[in-house]
């Protein structure tokens, strides 16, 4: 994407264009800018009193979690731990602010922190299975039938 012009020289243009030094196709040529460009800020000078640019717009919406938001998520954790996603984005929405237990993750990855790991039950008597051979685990394939057409082929 190509850098944008220079505040400088939109300035420079426009005042040229105030103190009536050419027209809009002169202006452009002079400056060594597009007759588009001259007619695009004259346009907007004309609109908004501005010489500078407009400063850019952010894409998308604004997100529902706001500092404060945050800070309330931060004190949470702090108070209780162990509290799960889903009680997270419940308390959330009881203060009006809907959001789905992946976000309230994402968010609280963002922030650096961390649920606790429940290690309050015990573990399981049943062991995993260890890693095996793949070929213990499913049944052969079939053979080929290429390879099978191949060779009656040959017989024939």
């Known amino acids: 994407m190509p850098k944008p012009l220079s505040d400088d020289l939109r300035c420079r243009i426009l005042q040229a264009y ?14 060594g800018v597009s007759f588009e460009y001259v007619r695009k800020i004259r346009r907007h000078w004309r609109l908004s009193g501005q010489m ?53 993750s994402q968010i609280l990855h963002q922030m650096g922190l961390r649920l ?20 213990d685990c499913w049944p052969p394939s079939p053979p080929s039938r290429r390879r099978s057409l191949s060779s009656s082929m040959r017989a024939a």
Not at 123 to 133: G, H, N, V
């Open 18 to 31: 105030l103190r009536q030094e050419g027209s809009q196709m002169e202006l452009s040529r002079r400056f």
């Open 52 to 104: 500078e640019r407009q400063p850019q717009s952010r894409h998308g919406r604004l997100s529902r979690i706001t500092a404060p938001v945050r800070e309330q998520l931060r004190d949470w954790v702090r108070e209780q731990p162990d509290r799960t996603l889903a009680e997270l984005g419940e308390q959330l929405h009881a203060q009006g602010i809907a959001v789905s237990r992946s976000r309230v």
């Open 116 to 135: 606790k790991n429940s290690r309050s039950t015990p573990l399981s008597e049943t062991r995993k299975p260890t890693a095996s051979p793949g070929r």
